[in-house]
T-cell receptor
Framework: DAGVTQSPTHLIKTRGQQVTLRCSPK?????VSWYQQALGQGPQFIFQ???????QRGNFPDRFSGHQFPNYSSELNVNALLLGDSALYLC?????????????FGPGTRLTVL | GEDVEQSLFLSVREGDSSVINCTYT??????LYWYKQEPGAGLQLLTY?????DMKQDQRLTVLLNKKDKHLSLRIADTQTGDSAIYFC?????????????FGRGTSLIVHP
């Protein structure tokens, strides 16, 4: 049973570009959350998707957007990249949206913006 | 806004107990979590505690919660070299009707022989 998978593992972009990160949830999970983890920091919640809709959102600008597909996989899109967007982007999946639902994290995508 | 604070480093000898401390500010916190992150990996949920509990024990792990002081601790008994990792404290309160988790910066646990 595959856990949460993310692609790509590493990515290098330049300022102003756009990027798309992908996440496949753990089998049987229907909810995907995205986090940004800057170097030396804890993860910061970006948003959560359930039933193909954004259900909750953290304090991130509109440059960060996402999508969830019918098979529950998800994409995170970031437009007009800034140097400060360099971070590890983590995807977590769960069955349901309750805070008691255990979230399983993927290994992350390391994004470097030059 | 909500804040979660942790000390950044802890060094212990193999076989000793480790105690990692965390303080939070959100009085509406309902669930508090401990996660473990090993190099190059995502976060692994170790345990969580409801805000109306004082203590939770799970094998080598003991979580203590002092809700009055908003202080959470994780004790690892008989610490092993495989326990070396970054440990994150996180809380989930209610903000505007939704539940958004807030993580600390993480405590890097170093276990030496």
């Amino acid at each position: 049973d595959a856990g949460v998978t993310q692609s790509p593992t590493h990515l290098i972009k330049t300022r102003g570009q756009q990027v798309t990160l992908r996440c496949s949830p753990k089998s049987g999970h229907d909810t995907v959350s995205w986090y940004q983890q800057a170097l030396g920091q804890g993860p910061q919640f970006i948003f959560q998707y359930y039933e193909e809709e954004e259900r909750q959102r953290g304090n991130f600008p509109d440059r960060f957007s996402g999508h969830q597909f019918p098979n529950y996989s998800s994409e995170l899109n970031v437009n007009a990249l800034l140097l400060g967007d360099s971070a590890l982007y983590l995807c977590a999946s769960s069955l349901g949206t309750l805070h008691t639902d255990t979230q399983y994290f993927g290994p992350g995508t390391r994004l470097t913006v030059l | 806004g909500e804040d979660v604070e942790q000390s950044l480093f802890l060094s212990v000898r193999e076989g000793d107990s480790s105690v990692i401390n965390c303080t939070y500010t959100d009085s509406s916190s309902t669930y508090l979590y401990w996660y473990k992150q090993e190099p190059g990996a995502g976060l692994q949920l170790l345990t969580y505690i409801f805000s109306n509990m004082d203590m939770k024990q799970d094998q080598r792990l003991t979580v203590l919660l002092n809700k009055k002081d908003k202080h959470l601790s994780l004790r690892i008994a008989d610490t092993q070299t495989g326990d070396s990792a970054i440990y994150f404290c996180a809380e989930r309160g209610q903000s505007g009707g939704s539940y958004i988790p807030t993580f600390g910066r993480g405590t890097s646990l170093i276990v030496h022989p």
